[in-house]
């Protein structure tokens, strides 16, 4: 007898902006800072940031409850980023993935030795000040080994969406396959770039509040994980928030056809220089799916309480 297709998978992709930065709302006093003269890229929360964030940790919840079923929250490795992430982490009670590939357009103005984050060491001292469980591994010296690979200097914020292009696509891959959801806290190119992605290039993105995110859905059959012009080609379910867009009027579904063939041969030139780190990674992945199921009963259990 022929083989039964199992049923489609309900996958669901968030990408949220971190929350409000102190260096722009105090950028005097933030400067003034021992903190602020340490890290002046790498700034944290406000308290209405943490605020904010609380309050869409809340929205993810309800989401995850309502059967998104989210495995994993990754973050880049930025102190507000990581703030934000900490917070829908703890309501949803599950562990951080730090993913450099996610973090911030390494731009001309900022130092050129590394991204101007915290060290593997401060990261792991982070997270526990922040109280979350980070799944990324110990590296020999102490401090997190950081997924992902480290942007190129000096960096535009063109290079910035196509890095991010390419990083996410492994993610839904990744969903697709192991038929979990994951949530991803990133900066605003990113949350640009996918918003116009998914919406098949026919938006013009005009302003980012703090916490913008984008919620995407689609159904996936087996069949569909191996898509041949990649997974942006599909039809996706989109519910955005905080994002103020306009009508792109050039857009044609030729050009965002063509877009996907290009981010397919992106992503795949990506792939072949794949490291320990990425099969780390991807072990990481899906090692969080019997995580997430035990969580998921406990904040159910909660809930009938």
Same mark, same amino acid.
């Not at 495995?71 to 951080?96: D, F, G």
């Not at 993913?99 to 060491?121: I, K, L, T, Y």
């Given at each position: ?41 790498? &700034? ?8 904010? *964030?609380?309050? /869409? !940790?809340?929205? #993810?919840?309800?989401?995850?409850? =309502? ?110 396959? &192991? ?8 900066? *605003?190119?990113? /949350? !640009?770039?996918? #918003?116009?992605?998914?919406?098949? =290039? ?104």
């Amino acid at each position: 007898a022929k083989q039964r297709e199992p049923k489609p998978f309900n996958q669901t992709m968030v990408i949220v902006r971190h929350s409000e930065r102190l260096d722009h709302m105090q950028p005097d006093y933030y400067k003034s800072t021992q903190e602020g003269r340490d890290w002046p890229f790498d &700034t944290p929360l406000t308290e209405s940031g943490l605020d904010l *964030a609380r309050k /869409v !940790a809340k929205e #993810m919840r309800a989401l995850h409850q =309502g059967g998104a079923d989210f495995a994993i929250v990754a973050s880049s490795p930025y102190r507000r980023c990581m703030q934000t992430a900490a917070e829908v982490a703890k309501a949803l009670r599950l562990p951080v993935l730090i993913d450099q590939e996610m973090g911030e357009v390494w731009e001309a103005g900022f130092p050129s030795g590394n991204p101007p984050h915290r060290s593997p060491v401060e990261l792991q001292e982070m997270a526990r000040e922040l109280g979350i469980k980070v799944t990324n591994p110990i590296l020999p010296e102490g401090g997190f080994k950081l997924f992902g690979k480290k942007p190129q200097y000096p960096e535009t914020t063109e290079m910035g969406h196509r890095r991010c292009i390419v990083r996410m696509e492994t993610y839904i891959r990744q969903s697709a396959s &192991t038929r979990q959801n994951f949530i991803i806290v990133s900066h *605003a190119h990113a /949350v !640009a770039a996918m #918003m116009d992605l998914f919406q098949r =290039g026919a938006c013009d993105i005009e302003k980012l509040d703090y916490c913008a995110r984008v919620v995407a859905s689609r159904s996936v059959r087996m069949s569909q994980v191996g898509e041949e012009r990649g997974v942006y080609a599909d039809q996706w379910d989109v519910d955005a928030h905080g994002l103020r867009i306009g009508i792109n009027l050039d857009a044609t579904e030729d050009k965002h056809l063509e877009f996907c063939d290009e981010a397919t041969a992106m992503a795949s030139k990506r792939n072949q220089k794949r490291t320990k780190t990425d099969a780390m990674f991807d072990d990481a992945l899906r090692n969080s799916l019997q995580e997430e199921v035990v969580n998921l009963e406990k904040i159910s259990a909660e809930g009938a309480g």
